[in-house]
């Protein structure tokens, strides 16, 4: 038999609430199978709702951590011929303007150090894909980078066998060349790399260091580095022109960056003649603006990644209101009793409305479970990273009240406005 909830005449409201919850509860235990059904499509939902917000959200937090630090450093920023890349950078007619910009040349990179607090640091890179060969292995395309010793303590690259080259190396163009560990097992599997020789463009360097293994970004290898000084044939390789493609510096603390970009700016308007109120004809690009378009690319991934699961939330309140209404029509009875003791038409509106958010909130808490597991396995099996965001579990609990609230609201008003005496007389 169905439980009739007390009449409650004078009732507190939290016992009343606590009855329509327990009475749910039951609902839940007596009818399983259309429990099941009812649950469904909010726990889907759900599921994917935290599956897909908290691949989002690690990709962010990889990106502003690792990835930044891997492949831009912290507490940096860069100044080059181009702005960033990405929905902040030069596009249409600002690109084809930018692309009059003069080329960033030694005397512009010389200016812009002398005018740096001392406490920075600074590096000349340029970079770009070559292939290496060597004797007895097959070709293979590498990331050759020019640059100079700085570079390895800014982008936290600790060479593990061998060395870095020096300053003095730089100054004096010597063809020596730091690899990572792709590049030393492709080339020279089972030996150790220091001392030989890899030609890159085919131009002979001598090996000094592997740097540590750095794994991968998003399945793309950082292990396939090969770098040599700036001054040595790499940077002609790479910038034919003799150009510089751009000088990364870092600041000790965040709070510094503005104060060294300041400074780079000013010495360079003035090397160049720029007068007040002309644009900038070169970037200098910070972090933040390097990652501007990750995040705007985050916020539209995550709405776009939330369509799926809101249709199934959509479905999910339909079936829950059918659910509903096939309960009323079963419980008319039950509700002329109540009427006929005293209940008032709030109270089974209330009754009715708890036990459709009840439902859909468990659906949503079964869903947040699935949702986690979910991510951490696609974690676990692709290069995609998974963090599971706070704000989602709150959000999804929310949602699936809300959703229990909307699909309950039109069985409980058609439940609460029943006749008694005519409810009284339904078998």
């Known amino acids: 038999m169905q439980r009739v909830l007390r009449t409650g005449r004078g009732q507190p409201r939290a016992v009343k609430t606590r009855d329509a919850i327990g009475l749910a509860l039951s609902q839940l235990r007596v009818q399983k199978l259309k429990s099941a059904f009812t649950l469904l499509g909010v726990t889907i939902g759900v599921m994917f709702l935290i599956a897909v917000v908290s691949i989002v959200e690690g990709m962010g937090r990889y990106v502003e951590e690792d990835f930044a630090a891997r492949l831009i450093g912290t507490n940096t920023f860069t100044l080059r011929r181009f702005d960033n890349i990405g929905p902040g950078g030069n596009r249409g007619a600002d690109a084809r303007t930018a692309a009059r910009r003069p080329l960033l040349r030694m005397t512009d990179v010389d200016a812009v150090r002398s005018a740096l607090p001392s406490n920075m640091k600074s590096a000349i890179t340029s970079e770009t894909f070559k292939y290496a060969t060597t004797a007895g292995a097959r070709p293979r395309q590498v990331q050759a980078v020019a640059t100079d010793a700085n570079y390895f303590d800014i982008k936290k690259l600790p060479v593990t066998v061998g060395r870095g080259f020096s300053d003095q190396e730089v100054r004096a163009g010597a063809t020596v060349l730091v690899i990572g560990v792709e590049v030393a097992e492709h080339f020279f599997p089972g030996l150790n790399p220091e001392g030989r020789t890899l030609r890159i463009a085919g131009v002979p360097f001598t090996v000094i260091g592997v ?42 603390r965040q709070q510094d960056l503005a104060e060294g970009v300041e400074a780079a700016r000013s010495a360079l308007r003035a090397l160049r003649g720029l007068r007040a109120g002309e644009p900038d004809d070169f970037g200098l690009v910070t972090q933040d603006a390097a990652f501007g378009f990750i995040k705007e690319l985050k916020g539209r991934l995550v709405l776009f990644g939330t369509a799926l699961p809101a249709i199934s939330l959509v ?39 708890v036990e459709a958010t009840t439902l859909s909130v468990i659906g949503a808490a079964i869903g947040i479970g699935l949702g986690i597991g979910l991510a951490e396995i696609i974690a676990a099996v692709t290069p995609l990273p998974a963090a599971v965001a706070p704000w989602s579990i709150v959000a999804a609990l929310v949602t699936g009240a809300g959703v229990g609230i909307a699909a309950g609201m039109y069985p409980a008003s058609r439940a609460s406005q029943l006749d008694p005496i005519t409810a009284l007389r339904q078998e």
């Open 315 to 353: 479905v999910g309140a339909m079936v829950i209101m059918n659910i509903m209404l096939v309960a009323v029509a079963e419980r008319t009875r039950e509700i002329g009793v109540r009427k006929a003791l005293g209940a008032k038409r709030s109270d089974i509106l209330a009754q009715f409305l």
């Open 211 to 252: 740097i540590e293994k750095q794994g991968s970004v998003f399945g793309f290898s950082l292990d396939r580095l090969a770098i040599a000084p700036y001054t040595s044939p790499m940077g002609r390789i790479i910038r034919p022109q003799r150009d510089v493609s751009s000088l990364i510096v870092q600041a000790p």
